[in-house]
């Protein structure tokens, strides 16, 4: 009996340790800084799938401020980047859609502020 409790635990635990969540990011989320970024890094649990993923920052106009393609650092598939535009003084609204390398999806979105 123990031996089919401990394996319904583990079947019924698994699928959520499978899932991707944002771990924090540069930016920092909700942050106030005077420091203009020339990139968002966002940091995951898990590897991501830049094929099958989309990050874009937008100020508060609505209008997108980055520069190219996201992509994963080469050395690390849980760090998932864009290059920005250079930006002004402002709120900045990060939107993300991931898909990890083992195809889960998960999006999000945050914000943070650049002060003069």
């Not at 920092?28 to 995951?44: A, D």
């Not at 993923?53 to 209008?63: D, L, M, Q, T, Y």
Request: aromatic residues 8%.
């Amino acid at each position: 009996m123990l031996r089919l409790t401990l394996l319904a635990a583990l079947l019924l635990t698994t699928p959520c340790l499978a899932h991707v969540f944002l771990d924090g990011a540069e930016s920092r989320v909700g942050s106030q800084s005077p420091v203009k970024p020339t990139q968002v890094v966002l940091h995951f649990t898990r590897g991501v799938e830049p094929t099958f993923s989309k990050i874009e920052v937008k100020n508060a106009a609505g209008a997108s401020v980055t520069d190219g393609a996201p992509a994963i650092e080469p050395n690390d598939p849980t760090h998932f980047f864009i290059k920005l535009k250079p930006i002004t003084p402002g709120t900045y609204t990060v939107i993300w859609h991931v898909t990890s390398v083992d195809t889960h999806k998960t999006v999000g979105t945050f914000h943070f502020t650049i002060v003069p």
